[in-house]
Nanobody, 114 residues
Framework: VQLVESGGGLVQAGDSLRLSCAASGMTFSIYHMGWYRQAPGKQRELVAHISTGGGSTAYVHSVQGRFTISRDNSKNTMYLQMNSLKPEDTAVYYC????????WGQGTQVTVSS
């Protein structure tokens, strides 16, 4: 299993970012997938997840209405569109299955300044 997250960066509050997760080494389309994040000093949390076909999604309350998760099974890729970013969204973002595999990618840093 290999997971490569990208698309993070340093932005100002109110800006947008689109994260990507490129997966390989497994049959991506059969797994329920999610985006997780870990802020400094906090536990990793699941912020959004998506069903195998992409027809069902769910979000943690704090990102509801601002983040949109999607996937393209033909490209073994998952996305997280993040709008109206807030300083409290600052974290390292990871993709993984739901429930998670033992392997984690390197993540992508998102930093939102006020």
């Amino acid at each position: 299993v290999q997971l490569v997250e990208s698309g993070g960066g340093l932005v100002q509050a109110g800006d947008s970012l689109r994260l990507s997760c490129a997966a390989s080494g497994m049959t991506f389309s059969i797994y329920h997938m999610g985006w997780y994040r870990q802020a400094p000093g906090k536990q990793r949390e699941l912020v959004a997840h998506i069903s195998t076909g992409g027809g069902s999604t769910a979000y943690v309350h704090s990102v509801q209405g601002r983040f949109t998760i999607s996937r393209d099974n033909s490209k073994n890729t998952m996305y997280l569109q993040m709008n109206s970013l807030k300083p409290e969204d600052t974290a390292v973002y990871y993709c993984n299955a739901v429930p998670t595999w033992d392997y984690w990618g390197q993540g992508t840093q998102v930093t939102v300044s006020s």
